[in-house]
Nanobody, 123 residues
Framework: VQLQASGGGLVQAGGSLRLSCAAS????????MDWYRQAPGKQRELVAD???????NYANSVKGRFVAFRDSAKNTAYLQMNSLKPEDTAVYYC??????????????????WGQGTQVTVSS
């Protein structure tokens, strides 16, 4: 089972980007799916959290600008980022709590991370 993040890029301030995080493998179900970011020289911070029921929580710095949602049928989470600012520049990571079958058909509960995708916002 793995998470694949995509959608990062270079955008001007005020622009928008949509990140995707797709889980693949022998997945049983996915609980929370989270988006984090880490800017150069800073600690990784939680940007948004979305539960299996669709409830969302956001960092104060992105409230009103970012929207997290998920497509459970596709095991995919999205982060729609609007009104981007230069301070949003960071590597964005997705994380998910996933229950899945391993190669021995055992049920495993694990917190997995995607590989990160770079978002750069120019002023």
């Amino acid at each position: 089972v793995q998470l694949q993040a995509s959608g990062g890029g270079l955008v001007q301030a005020g622009g928008s980007l949509r990140l995707s995080c797709a889980a693949s493998g022998r997945i049983i179900n996915i609980n929370d799916m989270d988006w984090y970011r880490q800017a150069p020289g800073k600690q990784r911070e939680l940007v948004a959290d979305i539960t299996s029921g669709g409830s969302q929580n956001y960092a104060n710095s992105v409230k009103g600008r970012f929207v997290a949602f998920r497509d459970s049928a596709k095991n995919t989470a999205y982060l729609q980022m609007n009104s981007l600012k230069p301070e949003d520049t960071a590597v964005y990571y997705c994380s998910a709590d996933i229950n899945y079958y391993n190669n021995y058909d055992e049920i495993v509960a694990e917190n997995l991370w995607g590989q990160g995708t770079q978002v750069t916002v120019s002023s």
